[in-house]
Structure formats: structure tokens, C-alpha cells
T-cell receptor
């Protein structure tokens, strides 16, 4: 149980392109979803927290206009990296939980490479 | 800012040996999770500890939460090649944005040599 699916797993695109990443909870309802970024040889850094039906809460230093988060249903959240540039290249990972303090179940991540 | 220091960063041992990974902070966490992450994949939850002094066992893995809820350890007995991976600790608590977040350590990369 508690399976989280992330898609796509790997994206390579040109600078200036917008990229959408999907995060789905397959067998449970995720009232809260989290988006993380992980640079090589570094740990996971929380970007934002989203609750179904409300605006995402962004961590300090994360541009909300650049990283658009939508959590329209209890099983789907999307992260759109707008006008991506090479410095946005990273491993993006989502997690989902049934509540703020409940265990987080992680997707397999999306490797984003901007040329 | 809450920080979690993990040690050692890298560990290479022979199959059958025992090892301990440490996770330390100056901050108190309401919970502490241990994850294992394979290259190119997301972290997989191993255990959650919430009570100071709590000890949990998962087969050959023993997890301990410090009495003050500031530190934790992961002990692996008789390590096997299948234990190879990146082990991450994460402390749960309020975030700077007023939400609830996991603060991750940088991880311990474990290699078990057959």
C-alpha cells in the first residue's frame, strides 16, 4: 500500500521551456503533498507543501511564480517549472501523506535536465 | 533553521560486519524518520520514531531515538550486499513557512562488499 507515482521519470528539454511533473497517490487519498528538490550529493530540500483545494505554501527562497503547484484532487498534484533554465536542472521528488504529520510516501523522482 | 548532521558520510564494509549510522541535531524534533534511497529513485520509509528513548527493530536494523529527541541512530547487524544504499534521516517539525516539514540529513552512503 501507499504507492506514489511520479511522471515523467526523466525530462531533457531546451532552456525556456516549461515542464510539468505529475505526482499521483495510487491507493490512498493524499490531503497533503510535498515537493522536494535534490541536487547531486546533497539532501532533499523542501520546496513547497500543498493541501488539496488550497494554495501551496512555499519555503523561503522558492519562487512561487517559477514553480507552479496545483493540487486539484486528493490523488494528484502537479509541479510546473516555468521557463526552465540550466540552473533548474535537478532531481525533483514528490511525497504524499494523509495529513500534515502523517508519514510521507515518496515518488521515484523526476530527473530534469535543461540544456 | 533546523539542521541534521549525519555521520559517517560514506561507509564501506565487508559482508557480515555490523555498523552504526548517527543522526544528530541541536534541535528537538517531534518525530524522526529513517529512509533508504537507491540511485534515481525516491526515498523509501524504513521507520518512524516519535518517543524519546524509543527503540524499534526491523529485522537486522535497530533504530533508536535519543531521550531528548535530538538524535537518532541506525544499527545494522551482519550487513548484507542488499543493504547497500543511501540512508537518510529526517526530523519532523514546523517549517519556516508555518507548515510541517521533514528536515533531511545529507545521508550516509553505505556499500556492503560481498
Amino acid at each position: 500500500g501507499a504507492v506514489v507515482s511520479q511522471h515523467p521519470s526523466w525530462v531533457i528539454c531546451k532552456s525556456g521551456t516549461s515542464v510539468k511533473i505529475e505526482c499521483r497517490s495510487l491507493d490512498f487519498q493524499a490531503t497533503t503533498m510535498f515537493w522536494y528538490r535534490q541536487f547531486p550529493k546533497q539532501s532533499l530540500m523542501l520546496m513547497a507543501t500543498s493541501n488539496e483545494g488550497s494554495k501551496a505554501t512555499y519555503e523561503q527562497g522558492v519562487e512561487k511564480d517559477k514553480f507552479l503547484i496545483n493540487h486539484a484532487s486528493l490523488t494528484l498534484s502537479t509541479l510546473t517549472v516555468t521557463s526552465a533554465h540550466p540552473e533548474d536542472s535537478s532531481f525533483y521528488i514528490c511525497s504524499a501523506s494523509t495529513g500534515k504529520r502523517q508519514p510521507q510516501h515518496f515518488g521515484d523522482g523526476t530527473r530534469l535536465s535543461i540544456l | 533553521t533546523q539542521l541534521l548532521e549525519q555521520s559517517p558520510q560514506f561507509l564501506s564494509i565487508q559482508e557480515g560486519e555490523n555498523l552504526t549510522v548517527y543522526c544528530n541535531s541541536s534541535s528537538v524534533f517531534s518525530s524522526l524518520q529513517w529512509y533508504r534511497q537507491e540511485p534515481g529513485e525516491g526515498p523509501v520509509l524504513l521507520v518512524t520514531v516519535v518517543t524519546g528513548g524509543e527503540v524499534k527493530k526491523l529485522k537486522r536494523l535497530t533504530f533508536q531515538f535519543g531521550d531528548a529527541r535530538k538524535d537518532s541512530s541506525l544499527h545494522i547487524t551482519a550487513a548484507q550486499p542488499g543493504d547497500t544504499g543511501l540512508y537518510l534521516c529526517a526530523g519532523g517539525g514546523p517549517s519556516g513557512a508555518g507548515s510541517y516539514q521533514l528536515t533531511f540529513g545529507k545521508g550516509t552512503k553505505l556499500s556492503v562488499i560481498p
